[in-house]
């Protein structure tokens, strides 16, 4: 997707996915990432961030956080905090109107601007998360200008410390229209426009920014609760010895402890006090009755080269079949948890005693052939 390619996320970045429901752009930013520095993907809708959150999961993201918070107040939090934020913006959706009619029946001029005020304001809070020196992608599914051109261009009326940054444009994209707007910023026209009838896709628009002053590649914001503190081994034993007996070398992060279940938070990921969370880190599994059993997440965020044991099922195979159907699988070997793969790719747990794999994929996600 175009704006998460504007991004241009490092590994070990501090990242703000803003808006970021149903979640492809933030596992788009995950895997730029690669594992190392913060994901933060924040979606204020308590439905669509439960979306969100078993996205990320689905995909295997290990460092994302995902928070169900207003922009507003995780800017209270988050200090010129992130090095990359993407605002991928609620809009009218005027370029959801070939692929979805019921955009149609919805859009109003009244809509429109309510969309573009919304916007305003999201957009001022993000300025303040973003450190100096940062870039800040603003991005939409519409054709409205009030929400593209106009947007970017009260933004950076109120905002003078950001920039344009001129971008290369792919193939099939547009320029922004400065004519569109009655006040429109300096190099507006960098910004880009994605037509239907020009590229493979919908209709959007994005802008890049940049926010000026120049800081040391070192340098670390603030966040006003402090870094996460996390738990000390002797306090979560059962999931170090599950680490320590079935991973060839233990994940690192900050161990995080809610009720029963265990979490990895990334490396100097931030305090979540005051936060509403759905997904503190790497969800690593749940303790019950003085054993540990690992989740679904982590199966998902692992390789087999991570794991001790593991077994390979083919995925034109009889065998595969039934593991996804819930079904215990035949299998000769060590006793204890297995990383489950289908042509590499892992898919779940399976733990073995017996010669018999019991199936530990989870109930919610069987098919029945």
Known sequence: MAPAEYLEAKPGERILDLCAAPGGKSTQIGAALNGEGLLIS?????????????NIERMGIRNAIVTNETPEHLSEIFVEYFDRILVDAPCSGEGMFRKNEDAMTEWSKENVMLCAERQDGILSHAASMLRPGGRLVYSTCTFAPEENEGSISRFLEKHPEFSIVAVEKWDGMSAGVPEWISRPADGIGHTIRLWPHRLKGEGHYLAVLKKAGELPDDYRGGC?????????????????EFLDTYFKKKPTGILVKFGDQIYLAPEGAPSLKGLKV???GLHLGTVKKNRFEPSHALALASKASDVTYSTDLPSDGAEIRAYLNGQTINREGEKGWYLITTDGYSIGWGKLAGGIMKNHYPKGLRKNW
Do not use: W
């Open 42 to 54: 924040n979606e204020i809708h308590p439905a669509r961030a439960k979306i969100l959150s078993e």
């Open 278 to 280: 759905l997904r503190p």
């Open 224 to 240: 006003r609760s402090g870094e996460q503190t996390g738990l000390k081994e002797k306090d979560c034993k059962e999931c170090m």
